[in-house]
């Protein structure tokens, strides 16, 4: 895709831009105009730090503590919406803590022009990106443990709580969030704040003009709004409502949707997370038929806390808590009534035990640490600016590439993508990984004695492409994983390697898959093919040898060796490469049934 960015001189094309070190902009001089200000200030565009659909973010040469988002291709639409923005701002933009500035909202702070006059874009404040990650990092316990994040069950509630705030903020200053998800929040590594990110995608009102929102999605979209006929410019402050209370679910029990759940009709039917928002169906209702994920913590929840989350799950859209309510309920929780457990300093429950210790789920392990408590601090308090919305750099989704044609066969042609479930919204796609596609390593694996044993996730988790979501263990080893094809909801189908279902991606970008699913099983399987050709080779050539051995024996006993002597060293010979010449044969009929010599 190729867009165009304007300049002085005429129409540059991103795309060739892209092929140098230097982009289009870095080096030029633009004007900045704040607000408050009648004169405009010039600013030295520094180099790109990255680019997205609208636009792309640079240093502020001249102002480190600033970056210039230039948009693509800006329009009179696109500059009226960042004069609106300038126009009514959210307090709470920039926190103090510990001394220094805490990035809150990424909101512009002036126009930007080239020095035609022409609108480019805006300029925001600079935030330390290795100072976050994103939300949903938080919210997975494996994420956690690789990202080396604190495993406190009181920062999620504070990093809940102070969401639930930084939107009070944008709605009390007349604007609503609307595609509000993990992905457009950053959380940062300590002390549980956050920072909301592509502003300029909110649905903005100021004075009588209101800018619609131009993006949702489904998984956060509230249930008067799941129609085939819904669009973004529909909605407001009621959808910040719906999708917060989901995203705070998430937060508390470790990334479980509250709509996902197994159907107790029907424990392995497919189901479409969209399909039950529109009917309302959450496992929280005990009317619902669901039951919560084996590894749910929901049961452990404040009485108070679950009316709140059936509020703004079940019901008219008027009922729902506003996100004032939900901060001062979550900060009262994390602040004055969790208690903490002795098995742990991470343990800390609502008051009906401690959920770790009392569930004991299987495929999630609790986070360990010593029992001594600890505080956290206070939250920050309010300013004035605002944070640059440059995409986070997450945990890298390792490169996808098709089997060796001796290892597999192709899985795109076995695999089941398509549309599936129910629903006036487009249906999401789902990728259905089975243990057919890899028939020739269930055999490799049985032979050797390896099998699936266990799943990282449950139903209902968010996973990223190239994810492990399944173990491989040979004995009390993990030798391997299945990886996610696709970044999207995961469910579990098989507890063993079967020829059909494995498991299921659910998810909504049409694309290719990213990752290959049996890469490690592959690799493993490759790995033991070589292993068995050299022991084929090993037993051929040892086999050869003690048969010569034997030969020579008969040799020697003419000469100087005793008849007695001969004969035990002759049969021992004998026996040795007759054992490697069944071995050769057992090795080779498996690398034959494998398909391979």
């Not at 690789?146 to 069950?153: A, I, K, Q, R, V």
């Not at 010593?370 to 300013?383: E, V, Y």
């Not at 998810?507 to 490690?520: H, I, K, T, V």
């Given at each position: 895709?190729?867009?165009?960015?304007g300049?002085?001189?005429?129409?540059?094309?991103?795309?060739?831009?892209?092929?140098?070190?230097?982009p289009?902009?870095?080096?030029?001089?633009?004007?900045?105009?704040?607000?408050?200000?009648?004169l405009?200030?010039p600013?030295?565009?520094?180099?790109?730090?990255?680019?997205?659909?609208?636009?792309?973010?640079?240093?502020?040469?001249?102002?480190?503590e600033?970056?210039?988002?230039?948009?693509?291709?800006p329009?009179?639409?696109?500059e009226?919406?960042?004069?609106?923005m300038?126009?009514?701002?959210?307090?709470?933009?920039?926190?103090?803590?510990?001394?220094?500035?805490?990035?809150?909202?990424?909101?512009?702070?002036?126009?930007?022009?080239?020095?035609?006059?022409?609108?480019?874009?805006?300029?925001?404040?600079?935030?330390?990106?290795s100072?976050?990650?994103?939300?949903?990092?938080?919210?997975?316990?494996?994420?956690?443990?690789?990202?080396?994040?604190?495993?406190?069950?009181?920062?999620?509630v504070h990093l809940?709580?102070?969401?639930?705030?930084?939107?009070n903020?944008?709605?009390?200053?007349?604007?609503?969030?609307?595609?509000?998800?993990?992905?457009?929040?950053?959380?940062?590594?300590?002390?549980?704040?956050?920072?909301?990110?592509?502003?300029?995608?909110?649905?903005?009102?100021?004075?009588?003009?209101?800018?619609?929102a131009?993006?949702?999605?489904?998984?956060?979209?509230?249930?008067?709004?799941?129609?085939?006929?819904?669009?973004?410019?529909?909605?407001?402050?009621?959808?910040d409502?719906?999708?917060?209370?989901?995203?705070?679910?998430?937060m508390?029990?470790?990334?479980?949707?509250?709509?996902?759940?197994?159907?107790?009709a029907?424990?392995g039917?497919?189901?479409?997370?969209?399909a039950?928002?529109q009917?309302?169906?959450?496992?929280?209702d005990?009317?619902?038929?669901?039951?919560?994920?084996?590894?749910?913590?929901?049961?452990?929840?404040?009485?108070?806390?679950?009316?709140?989350?059936?509020r703004?799950?079940?019901?008219?859209?008027?009922?729902?808590?506003?996100?004032?309510?939900?901060?001062?309920?979550?900060?009262?929780?994390?602040?004055?009534?969790?208690?903490?457990?002795?098995?742990?300093?991470?343990?800390?429950?609502?008051?009906?035990g401690?959920?770790?210790?009392?569930?004991k789920?299987?495929?999630?392990?609790?986070?360990?640490?010593?029992?001594?408590?600890?505080?956290?601090?206070?939250?920050?308090s309010a300013g004035?600016f605002a944070?640059?919305?440059?995409?986070y750099?997450?945990?890298?989704?390792?490169?996808?590439?098709?089997?060796?044609?001796?290892?597999?066969r192709?899985w795109?042609?076995?695999?089941?993508?398509?549309?599936?479930?129910?629903g006036?919204?487009?249906?999401?796609?789902?990728?259905?990984v089975?243990?057919?596609?890899?028939?020739?390593?269930?055999?490799?694996?049985e032979?050797?004695?390896?099998?699936?044993?266990?799943?990282?996730?449950?139903?209902?988790?968010?996973?990223?492409?190239?994810?492990?979501?399944?173990?491989?263990?040979?004995?009390?080893?993990?030798?391997?994983?299945?990886?996610?094809?696709?970044?999207?909801r995961?469910?579990?189908?098989?507890?063993?390697?079967?020829?059909?279902?494995?498991?299921?991606?659910?998810?909504?970008?049409?694309?290719?898959?990213?990752?290959?699913?049996f890469?490690?099983?592959?690799?493993?399987?490759?790995?033991?093919?070589?292993?068995?050709?050299?022991?084929?080779?090993q037993?051929?050539?040892?086999?050869?040898?003690?048969a010569?051995?034997?030969?020579?024996?008969?040799?020697?006993a003419s000469?100087d060796?005793?008849?007695?002597?001969c004969?035990?060293?002759?049969?021992?010979?004998?026996?040795i490469?007759?054992?490697?010449?069944?071995k050769?044969?057992?090795?080779?009929?498996?690398?034959?049934?494998?398909?391979?010599?």
């Amino acid at each position: 895709m190729i867009s165009k960015l304007g300049n002085e001189s005429g129409t540059v094309m991103e795309g060739q831009l892209s092929q140098g070190n230097q982009p289009g902009w870095q080096g030029r001089t633009v004007l900045a105009t704040a607000p408050a200000s009648a004169l405009p200030i010039p600013v030295l565009v520094g180099k790109r730090l990255g680019a997205g659909g609208e636009g792309a973010v640079y240093q502020d040469a001249s102002r480190p503590e600033y970056v210039l988002k230039i948009l693509h291709t800006p329009t009179a639409n696109s500059e009226a919406k960042a004069r609106a923005m300038l126009a009514s701002p959210p307090a709470a933009q920039v926190g103090q803590y510990q001394g220094q500035d805490l990035i809150q909202i990424a909101w512009p702070q002036e126009l930007l022009t080239d020095d035609r006059g022409g609108y480019i874009g805006f300029s925001m404040r600079y935030l330390d990106m290795s100072q976050t990650v994103g939300l949903s990092v938080w919210m997975i316990p494996r994420e956690r443990r690789f990202n080396n994040l604190s495993e406190d069950d009181r920062i999620r509630v504070h990093l809940a709580a102070n969401l639930a705030s930084l939107t009070n903020y944008v709605n009390q200053a007349g604007h609503a969030l609307i595609d509000l998800k993990p992905l457009n929040v950053l959380g940062y590594r300590k002390d549980g704040y956050v920072c909301l990110v592509d502003c300029d995608g909110f649905r903005i009102q100021s004075n009588s003009a209101v800018f619609p929102a131009a993006a949702y999605t489904p998984d956060y979209l509230a249930p008067e709004y799941q129609t085939a006929s819904f669009r973004p410019d529909q909605c407001g402050e009621e959808q910040d409502r719906f999708a917060l209370a989901v995203i705070i679910y998430e937060m508390l029990d470790n990334g479980i949707h509250p709509f996902s759940g197994i159907d107790q009709a029907n424990p392995g039917e497919s189901f479409v997370l969209h399909a039950r928002i529109q009917q309302q169906r959450t496992f929280l209702d005990g009317g619902s038929g669901l039951q919560p994920p084996k590894s749910s913590h929901c049961t452990f929840f404040p009485d108070d806390t679950l009316d709140l989350l059936l509020r703004a799950f079940t019901g008219p859209a008027r009922q729902r808590p506003s996100s004032g309510e939900w901060t001062v309920h979550l900060q009262g929780l994390a602040q004055y009534r969790m208690k903490p457990c002795g098995a742990s300093r991470d343990h800390w429950d609502y008051g009906k035990g401690c959920a770790w210790c009392l569930s004991k789920p299987v495929q999630i392990p609790p986070p360990g640490g010593d029992n001594r408590p600890r505080s956290l601090a206070s939250p920050a308090s309010a300013g004035s600016f605002a944070a640059a919305p440059i995409a986070y750099s997450s945990r890298p989704a390792p490169t996808g590439r098709p089997p060796s044609a001796s290892t597999g066969r192709a899985w795109a042609g076995n695999s089941s993508l398509g549309p599936t479930g129910s629903g006036s919204l487009a249906a999401p796609l789902v990728a259905c990984v089975k243990g057919s596609d890899m028939a020739d390593l269930k055999f490799l694996f049985e032979s050797a004695g390896f099998g699936i044993t266990g799943w990282y996730y449950v139903s209902g988790e968010m996973v990223k492409a190239g994810e492990k979501v399944g173990i491989v263990q040979r004995k009390d080893k993990i030798v391997a994983s299945l990886l996610s094809p696709h970044t999207g909801r995961f469910k579990q189908l098989s507890d063993k390697f079967t020829d059909g279902p494995l498991f299921e991606v659910e998810y909504y970008d049409a694309a290719e898959p990213e990752e290959w699913p049996f890469r490690e099983l592959v690799d493993l399987a490759e790995a033991l093919v070589t292993s068995f050709r050299m022991q084929k080779r090993q037993a051929n050539i040892a086999a050869v040898s003690f048969a010569l051995v034997a030969g020579l024996c008969l040799f020697m006993a003419s000469i100087d060796i005793s008849p007695t002597q001969c004969i035990l060293i002759m049969l021992g010979s004998i026996a040795i490469s007759i054992f490697m010449v069944v071995k050769s044969v057992a090795v080779g009929q498996i690398l034959t049934k494998f398909g391979v010599n």
